[in-house]
């Protein structure tokens, strides 16, 4: 196979993982029997609550939403349009439920971060989803945000 045909191959797959990834994430959003048919068939048999289905939808969305505009004019956050820097936000927000939900309680006193006053620092804050997440799961905790001006 010639060099362009293998580019051209290579792209091609990328393009259908991008499209398969929209195809799953909207199968589960949608909770009807086809779209579970679909689930079944790639043996994924979890069915999300419509929290969970957000969620998932905004941890796809955001990587794709973030290339497209990388891929018109820049990497920059601050050239991201409202939709990807919101669905980026989601998509922490997931991170920031998760370490007090999953992770605190498995570690030596961890639990006693969660139940006591605490202080978290969030470098590069964004639009400060995992901030407040955080603060949601630790009512006590304080979180400050740091973000590079330009």
Same mark, same amino acid.
């Given at each position: !196979?010639?060099?362009?045909?293998?580019?051209? #191959?290579?792209?091609?797959? /990328?393009?259908?993982?991008?499209? =398969?990834? %929209? &195809?799953?994430?909207?199968?589960?959003?949608?909770?009807?029997?086809?779209?579970?048919?679909?689930?079944?068939?790639?043996?994924?048999?979890?069915?999300?609550?419509?929290?969970?289905?957000?969620?998932?939808?905004?941890?796809?969305?955001?990587?794709?939403?973030?290339?497209?505009?990388?891929? !018109?004019?820049?990497?920059?956050?601050?050239? #991201?349009?409202?939709?990807? /820097?919101?669905?980026?936000?989601? =998509?922490? %927000? &997931?991170?920031?439920?998760?370490?007090?939900?999953?992770?605190?309680?498995?570690?030596?006193?961890?639990?006693?971060?969660?139940?006591?006053?605490?202080?978290?620092?969030?470098?590069?804050?964004?639009?400060?989803?995992?901030?407040?997440?955080?603060?949601?799961?630790?009512?006590?905790?304080?979180?400050?945000?740091?973000?590079?001006?330009?």
């Amino acid at each position: !196979m010639r060099r362009e045909e293998r580019s051209a #191959q290579a792209l091609h797959e /990328l393009d259908r993982a991008a499209w =398969s990834l %929209a &195809a799953v994430v909207t199968a589960i959003r949608q909770d009807e029997p086809a779209a579970r048919a679909v689930l079944d068939l790639l043996g994924i048999d979890w069915v999300p609550n419509e929290e969970e289905r957000e969620r998932l939808a905004a941890v796809a969305a955001a990587p794709l939403l973030q290339a497209s505009r990388f891929i !018109m004019g820049g990497p920059s956050w601050e050239l #991201q349009d409202d939709e990807a /820097l919101l669905a980026q936000g989601r =998509s922490s %927000a &997931a991170t920031g439920a998760f370490f007090p939900e999953r992770l605190l309680p498995q570690l030596p006193d961890g639990s006693r971060l969660i139940s006591s006053p605490t202080r978290m620092l969030d470098v590069g804050v964004g639009v400060a989803a995992m901030a407040v997440a955080l603060c949601e799961h630790m009512p006590l905790a304080v979180s400050e945000g740091a973000a590079p001006v330009t």
